[in-house]
């Protein structure tokens, strides 16, 4: 494979009352390591509206994590699934991500923390390649 595979990372926060809104509570932009970046606080807005908010993203967007090859993006994702896919695996468009099947439970609260996964920088065959690989 000659280009690196991407991997950038979210997240989203349900809570009972939030899913009762049928919204998150909170959600971001997350990082190995349990760091995340919550592009649903007031911070945030607040930098929405002095920089605008493309800008605000581009400014928090993490680094994406990088892999050489298809095997080692695939050993990545396994390890933190199992996961729902956004499409089929034969789907072509290049916007497809994996999301966590059962997210981290807070059982005090009820909050459910599921991550996402985006792949970025991949032609379509690749892009099959890891979705099929990981579902």
Request: hydrophobic share 30%.
């Amino acid at each position: 494979m000659s280009n690196t595979i991407k991997i950038t990372m979210t997240y989203d926060v349900v809570t009972p009352e939030s899913a009762e809104e049928g919204c998150t509570e909170d959600n971001g932009f997350a990082e190995p390591g349990g760091w995340t970046y919550s592009i649903a606080d007031e911070e945030f807005q607040e930098r929405c509206k002095a920089v605008g908010r493309e800008q605000a993203l581009k400014d928090m967007t993490p680094e994406p994590l990088e892999f050489e090859d298809t095997e080692e993006a695939i050993d990545f994702l396994k390890s933190s699934g199992p996961f729902e896919a956004s499409c089929s695996p034969t789907c072509d468009n290049g916007h497809c991500w994996l999301t966590q099947a059962d997210g981290d439970t807070d059982y005090s609260t009820g909050a459910v923390t599921r991550l996402s996964f985006h792949l970025e920088g991949v032609d379509p065959a690749t892009h099959r390649e890891i979705i099929e690989g990981v579902l």
